[in-house]
């Protein structure tokens, strides 16, 4: 893959101070922290990036049931309902968590630790690749071990038992991640007690697995933990004071496809100080229904419930349950929270019961007002709570079009502000590209929503952005030429690709911007790559492989940053346009002058009393005249051109760009010919006549800061004649 999303911290490299001996005598080291990619895997096949509080997961199968869970600023874990069934006893909890998985640079396939009750042999989807007596190593990959999960969990349930009771195949008892280190050892600070959770199934019987998240209410960080109830019990030690338990269902069927799921609440209970405090999660009290209506036939193909708790201290925990697929959704019906706080929201999603001509859907989100779980969870969408959105996805015409793609929405609920996340889930799977939609999206919940557009080889994040109701609006995804940069992002928790706090400097470069200067688009496709980066003619980091770096020990003295980023996806399967671009960028630094980054986003350094500020680096937006294939059929083309600088939440350089050249080359880059440009004040428009089926562009722009872009996109679209 590429390099979806967010960045992660990987080993640094020490650079010796005879090296910046030319730079400044005060810099004595700096520490270079490279910037590699932010995309996990599950066992599942389920893949899930991060980028700040944005969490997508893209389902591996049309089943995309889950639940996702992070207390704090703690690890994000996101379980597929497949797995749940086998959660904490043969399945370890470690093998979800999103953000180990991530630090320990899992990308496509995960290092896994198998124990056996007879000779270890391989099961479906796993590469063994050591052995000792009962127990392996190796790593799995691809999706094969989700389908003989499903196929254990229909047997169990034609077998007339529960799913995850009978033995796992070719004699497996347990996977867990063979990345961990040593288990860490407990040191209570509380006295503990002992709490007892009873758990009782849909039929009134003891429920044979049940996993239940069991939270101290008065403050996470006494107790979260994660409780398995085998056989109608599960027990812990805990602090005694305030409780609230959560616990999550699945039923399946008999070919192991999700047909209900369910989330069991007690929102407050108290641990005793002495003796056993016992509490029951029945199943039988998830009662009410997810239902809704629209004003266009539709039938459901995504419910989300969103729980948010906060304690007195403001710290949170959000689980969110449910996912794609029509399996209906039932919750326990609960009070306002006594101790801190409680949220509750439902996202539904919804496509026509029969294919239209043109394709619709919605998608829509409506809150609890007074923060309780209510029995009547049936909603009514009315034409007024709605945005209309026409959604235009542009495609690679290398793609052969055989994999659905996907539209990936999250509500950004004002009361989740404090959450440590925004998930994204899809329930379009069946998205079809190139091509149009009309979306109506929801504006009962505050009409701010984050989305991501998956087509067969690309990721394309929108981020946060505010609908309002009875309005219109247009988005273009993925339409070309695609070049690399740092983009004008807005909304939510912004992280600065290119920010200084202190000494610290991020460059980090989104690999793909498409003709929308919000977007951040990615491929799932490996891609050679380079980047380079030096300070005032110090060559800091010239490396393949990477997308960025930060950079510690900063001198606080005017710098001029030169980087440059390759990204060549020549061979790769679905690009035939936008296969190589180079970008190549001086970047001026002038402390005290370079604007704050607002209070609202982030950046990598940055502390009370160190504050991110935005490096005026120069941003190119391309608006092509070209087809939903990026292809013209004019023996003109135009191209509008957007030269402004990287920004975030609109606050970035405001240096006046003072000159600007287009160029164009019809014979692999080898000759290049200036076109006429008009405009001004950062809006331009070139033309030129069409003579080639993949011609080359380069733009250079420059501003009265000493700030300057050259950036050159080889086969920037195709020419396939006149019509």
């Not at 591996?60 to 992070?70: C, I, L, M, N, P």
């Not at 019990?233 to 616990?247: C, F, K, L, N, Q």
């Not at 939510?492 to 989104?510: K, N």
């Not at 504050?611 to 013209?632: G, K, M, R, V």
């Amino acid at each position: 893959m590429g390099k979806p999303f967010r960045p992660v911290l990987i080993a640094g490299i020490m650079i010796a101070s005879t090296a910046m001996a030319s730079w400044s005598a005060d810099a004595a080291t700096l520490t270079v922290t490279p910037l590699s990619g932010n995309a996990v895997t599950l066992i599942t096949g389920d893949q899930v990036t991060v980028n700040g509080k944005d969490v997508a997961i893209h389902p591996a199968t049309s089943d995309g049931s889950f639940e996702s869970y992070q207390i704090g600023s703690g690890d994000h874990y996101v379980i597929p309902a497949v797995a749940r069934p086998y959660l904490g006893r043969q399945l370890d909890p470690a093998l979800f968590d999103v953000s180990a998985l991530l630090r320990d640079g899992t990308a496509t396939r995960t290092p896994v630790r198998l124990t056996f009750d007879t000779t270890p042999q391989a099961p479906p989807g796993v590469t063994i690749t050591s052995t000792q007596g009962t127990t392996a190593t190796g790593y799995v990959s691809g999706t094969a071990f989700t389908a003989a999960l499903r196929k254990q969990i229909g047997a169990d349930i034609a077998a007339g038992h529960p799913a995850g009771t009978a033995p796992l195949f070719d004699g497996l008892t347990g996977i867990s991640l063979a990345a961990d280190g040593p288990p860490a050892v407990a040191h209570p600070n509380f006295p503990l007690n002992i709490l007892q959770v009873n758990g009782i199934d849909a039929t009134g019987q003891p429920v044979a697995f049940l996993p239940v998240i069991v939270a101290d209410t008065d403050s996470f960080a006494k107790e979260n933990n994660f409780v398995p109830v085998v056989d109608g019990i599960g027990r812990i030690a805990v602090p005694a004071g305030d409780y609230t338990a959560i616990g999550l269902d699945t039923e399946f069927d008999t070919n192991g496809n999700v047909t209900v799921n369910r989330l069991v609440t007690l929102s407050d209970f108290v641990v005793a100080a002495s003796g056993t405090t016992t509490v029951t999660v029945d199943e039988r009290t998830a009662t009410s229904r997810v239902s809704v209506t629209t004003p266009r036939p539709a039938r459901q193909d995504l419910a989300v419930n969103k729980l948010l708790r906060t304690d007195p201290t403001g710290s949170t925990l959000e689980v969110d349950a449910g996912g794609g697929g029509s399996a209906p959704n039932f919750v326990t019906p609960q009070p306002p929270a006594k101790v801190g706080t409680q949220h509750y929201v439902v996202q539904w999603g919804g496509q026509p019961t029969v294919e239209p001509k043109a394709p619709y859907r919605y998608d829509v989100a409506f809150p609890s007002p007074d923060g309780s779980i209510p029995a009547n969870e049936s909603f009514t969408v009315r034409p007024s709570q709605l945005a209309t959105v026409h959604q235009h996805f542009s495609v690679d015409p290398a793609q052969d079009g055989s994999s659905p793609s996907q539209l990936l929405n999250s509500v950004s609920d004002p009361a989740f502000a404090a959450s440590p996340f925004i998930l994204l889930t899809s329930g379009s799977n069946n998205l079809r590209v190139p091509g149009d939609l009309t979306e109506y999206l929801g504006t009962a919940d505050g009409g701010t929503w984050s989305q991501l557009a998956i087509s067969p080889t690309t990721l394309n994040l929108a981020g946060l952005r505010t609908f309002a109701p009875s309005r219109s609006y247009s988005t273009d995804w993925s339409h070309g030429p695609l070049g690399a940069g740092f983009g004008q992002h807005a909304g939510g928790v912004q992280f600065c690709r290119v920010c200084i706090a202190g000494d610290t400097a991020t460059i980090d470069f989104q690999q793909f911007a498409d003709s929308d200067p919000g977007h951040d688009v990615e491929s799932f496709e490996e891609s050679q790559n380079h980047f380079t980066l030096s300070a005032n003619g110090t060559v800091l980091v010239d490396q393949d492989g990477l997308f960025g770096a930060i950079v510690t020990g900063i001198p606080t003295a005017p710098t001029t940053f030169r980087t440059t980023f390759d990204n060549d996806m020549t061979g790769v399967p679905g690009f035939s346009q936008s296969t190589k671009s180079h970008t190549d960028m001086t970047i001026q630094y002038h402390p005290g002058t370079d604007p704050a980054l607002p209070a609202t986003d982030v950046c990598e350094g940055q502390t009370p009393t160190t504050p991110c500020t935005i490096l005026p680096a120069l941003n190119l937006s391309y608006q092509l005249a070209t087809d939903e294939t990026n292809t013209s059929h004019s023996p003109v083309q135009v191209l509008g051109l957007k030269v402004g600088h990287a920004s975030v939440d609109g606050v970035g350089s405001r240096s006046p760009v003072k000159s600007v050249t287009v160029q164009v080359s019809f014979d692999g880059g080898t000759t290049w010919t200036s076109v006429n440009v008009l405009g001004a004040n950062g809006s331009y428009v070139a033309a030129w006549q069409n003579k080639a089926a993949s011609p080359e562009l380069k733009v250079t722009a420059a501003d009265a800061n000493g700030d300057t872009i050259t950036q050159t996109v080889m086969n920037a679209y195709t020419f396939a004649g006149q019509r």
